[in-house]
């Protein structure tokens, strides 16, 4: 679906560019047509476009009739700095400014503006984007975290409205415990998923498509068409 025209309208696959104050990101957008809903992503320990495990995911939320938005939340110099020290991966505040200024960024734009917003995190990002979630409330319509660390979102967790999936490699015991701890601070509607056999980054063979997919499913369920 996110190759194909549908009933009309072409679909949107480019590179975009996101001006946050004084600091401008990269960022690629998908929209397939007739699209009601666009996912944005938000990885703490990687660029999101040139991550291939992101990338596969935005394929299957595409062919689902959601649209996505992958990009950096650290510019390249951050970038670069981040890998010798990996602590901006960890400033979590200041991943969630960058996906709330991201989000307002694409209610400004006219080919976006009309679509209902997600959240999609891994790693950290899963805590920067239920930050984000708590902040903007009703206006994100989902939010899923796959393999990440929602714990880092806080006390931001239980003013979360947004409808949230965690999704859990079942060889991850630990991380499996920091989110079944998160399920039970957030008052939203909310699910725990563990896929079997996975492990952090979801490598085992079939892993990333039931991964994908149960991110896919939560998306068109509360951000397609009567969601």
């Not at 694409?106 to 708590?134: C, H, P």
């Not at 206006?139 to 979102?153: K, M, Q, T, W, Y």
């Not at 008052?187 to 892993?207: D, H, M, N, P, W």
């Amino acid at each position: 679906m996110d190759e194909e025209e549908v009933d009309g309208q072409a679909p949107i696959l480019r590179e975009i560019w996101i001006s946050l104050n004084s600091i401008t990101l990269p960022g690629e957008l998908g929209i397939p047509g007739r699209a009601e809903g666009l996912v944005i992503f938000a990885d703490g320990s990687s660029n999101s476009r040139q991550n291939m495990r992101n990338q596969y995911v935005a394929h299957i939320i595409r062919e689902a009739g959601i649209g996505t938005l992958l990009f950096s939340l650290l510019t390249h110099e951050e970038e670069k700095i981040d890998q010798q020290t990996r602590h901006l991966r960890f400033d979590i505040g200041l991943l969630a400014r960058r996906l709330v200024g991201a989000t307002k960024w694409v209610k400004n734009q006219k080919e976006t503006a009309f679509l209902r917003i997600g959240y999609f995190g891994a790693s950290t990002g899963g805590a920067a984007a239920l930050i984000s979630a708590a902040e903007m409330g009703d206006e994100i319509g989902a939010v899923v975290s796959r393999g990440g660390r929602p714990d880092l979102a806080g006390k931001a967790l239980s003013r979360v409205v947004s409808p949230t999936l965690l999704i859990v490699g079942g060889l991850d015991e630990l991380v499996i415990r920091l989110n079944e701890e998160t399920l039970v601070m957030l008052q939203c509607v909310k699910e725990l998923r563990i896929v079997t056999g996975a492990t952090y980054l979801f490598e085992e063979s079939g892993k990333p498509d039931e991964a994908a997919r149960l991110a896919a499913n939560w998306f068109q369920r509360y951000l397609g068409a009567g969601g």
